[in-house]
Each structure stands twice: as structure tokens, then as C-alpha cells.
């Protein structure tokens, strides 16, 4: 039997970006993992366990062109270079909650159409927010999740950009 001060509850996040043109052919993917942030890990707690007044319910992503490492608390756990109009509500059909093993997956999606969020400079980081969706950027009091993402490029008035976050509830 597993000692008492072994065992731990994870979260595992993993991101998957992909970029389409205006014939919807793919033209750039990232699939990386993604870091939840202390907000995230109090998010998922204390909502879990009803605990009175946690941190509001998830509204939606924001892009950006940022490239500050990504941290559990401070600048890494927020936004760090905004990308104008990128703020975007959580897919309709999202979130959705299944088993994958013996875990179970809280999956995010936000869908930029074209005319959205379209910049020259590449497309390098992503949140999940739990905020009043605004054009702004996002504090970490108001971030979820936060990750780098690598070979999106920059997103044309054509394009269209889907992000895909699966975040894995380990028990131990």
C-alpha cells in the first residue's frame, strides 16, 4: 500500500490549436501541454466541493502574442501580450465531461471565425478565463489556464483558429 504522503491529485492539461483557411484547409496545428493555474486549482476544487463563493464559472479564451513562460502564479499565469478582438466565448456545446481511463476529462473549446482575432504577428499563447468576456487583456485572478502554443503563425481575415483544452482530474 502506497504511503499517505505519496499519493496526490493532478490535473493534466493538454491543448490542441488548429488553424484553417477560408476553404477550411488545415494549415497549422500545435498540440502541446498546458499549465492550470493556482486560480485553475482552486476553480476545480472549490466548485467541486460546494465550498460558498468560489471563483466564477468559466466564460471564455483569449489569444496572444506573448512569449513569458508560463507559471502557476504571477506573469506566466496571465496573458501576457493581448491580441485584439481575440476574446471568445466557450464553444456551445462546451465544456463536456467524460471518463478517458480511469480519469476524468473536462474538455474547452473556443472557435475564432474569420474576420476574428486576425494579426500579422503569430498567434502564441492562449487562456481560459472565467470573467466578463471584454477586449482586454486578463489579469491571473482570472485565469483558469494558461499555455505557449508553437507553428500557428499568424491568423488571416480568411482564417479560422479552433483550440481544444482537455484537462485530466487525476486521483491517486
Not at 476544487?45 to 468560489?54: K, L
Not at 491580441?83 to 474538455?107: C, E, F, K, V, W
Request: one cysteine or more.
Amino acid at each position: 500500500m502506497a504511503d499517505i504522503n505519496e499519493l496526490a491529485t493532478a490535473i493534466r492539461g493538454h491543448v490542441i490549436a488548429e488553424l484553417h483557411d477560408a476553404t477550411g484547409l488545415l494549415i497549422a496545428r500545435s498540440e502541446t501541454a498546458n499549465l492550470v493555474t493556482q486560480i485553475g486549482d482552486q476553480f476545480y476544487g472549490e466548485r467541486a466541493s460546494g465550498i460558498g463563493s468560489p471563483p466564477a464559472q468559466v466564460t471564455g479564451m483569449k489569444l496572444g502574442t506573448g512569449s513569458t513562460a508560463v507559471a502557476k502564479t504571477g506573469a506566466g499565469a496571465a496573458l501576457v501580450t493581448y491580441l485584439t478582438d481575440s476574446h471568445q466565448a466557450i464553444a456551445a456545446t462546451y465544456p463536456q465531461s467524460a471518463l478517458n481511463g480511469s480519469s476524468r476529462r473536462i474538455t474547452w473549446r473556443a472557435i475564432w471565425a474569420a474576420g476574428k482575432a486576425t494579426t500579422a504577428s503569430a498567434v502564441t499563447e492562449c487562456v481560459i478565463v472565467n470573467e466578463t468576456l471584454a477586449d482586454s487583456t486578463s489579469a491571473a485572478a482570472a485565469t483558469i489556464a494558461r499555455v505557449l502554443l508553437t507553428g500557428i503563425g499568424s491568423k488571416g481575415s480568411g482564417d479560422s483558429l479552433t483550440v481544444t483544452w482537455t484537462h485530466d482530474l487525476l486521483g491517486a
